[in-house]
């Protein structure tokens, strides 16, 4: 698992390739890492879901993804940060919509190689529900926390309300969302205060 520090240190390292490599480039976040990096509710993730990088991934950056692969003790590159999520991801979502920046790597210095972009809490909510895994045996207690708490920032009263933000960006799975409307109705109380309320995104390293 990685938690919130070590995501940030391997972003912080990826952006010292990227000035290494005197470029700019910019990553968008997706799943439990958007959530590690931009909410107060998720604090770990088994790997990091990016958007396939625009055109060809630079060498510079498969090296450096790599090398952080070893540091933090994982067999290969593939077991902590990948692009498989692209299969799962909406055509209806636009960049400047429903992205936001989160901040840009390395933290320290006067430049930045990296820029890291999250979903906003309306694309997130929608990409939780599309694939809704509160039964898988290892995710699933995550995936139903995940999904408590982001209808509750998105200010969402009714489970109407979350089937239409799915259908925004994924039309036919809104049509047929009985399975994620039961599993709304069982696991949340809509409109309900919390002590220590659900914030995303939170924008602060």
Do not use: C
Not at 115 to 124: L, Q, S
Not at 160 to 183: H, L, N
């Amino acid at each position: 698992m990685i938690d919130r520090a070590q995501l940030i240190s391997a972003f912080d390292r990826l952006g010292h390739a990227a000035v290494a490599a005197d470029t700019l480039i910019d990553v968008t976040v997706y799943g439990g890492s958007a959530l590690i990096f931009a909410s107060n509710f998720r604090f770990a993730s088994g790997d990091v879901d990016i958007a396939p990088i625009k055109g060809n991934q630079p060498k510079w950056f498969s090296e450096a993804v790599a090398k952080i692969a070893t540091e933090l003790g994982y067999e290969n590159s593939e077991d902590w940060l990948n692009d498989a999520v692209g299969f799962h991801l909406s055509k209806l979502a636009k960049d400047e919509k429903d992205h936001f920046q989160y901040g840009t790597f390395p933290r320290a210095g006067e430049i930045a190689g990296l820029r890291v972009f999250v979903p906003t809490a309306d694309y997130m909510l929608a990409l939780k529900l599309k694939a809704i895994r509160v039964n898988d045996a290892v995710k699933g207690d995550q995936e139903r926390i995940d999904i408590q708490n982001l209808p509750q920032v998105n200010a969402v009263k009714n489970i109407d309300e979350a089937i239409a933000i799915v259908g925004r960006f994924f039309p036919v799975s809104a049509k047929r969302a009985e399975k994620q409307r039961f599993y709304l109705a069982q696991m949340f109380t809509f409109g309900e205060s919390a002590e220590n309320a659900p914030v995303y995104p939170v924008r602060a390293f």
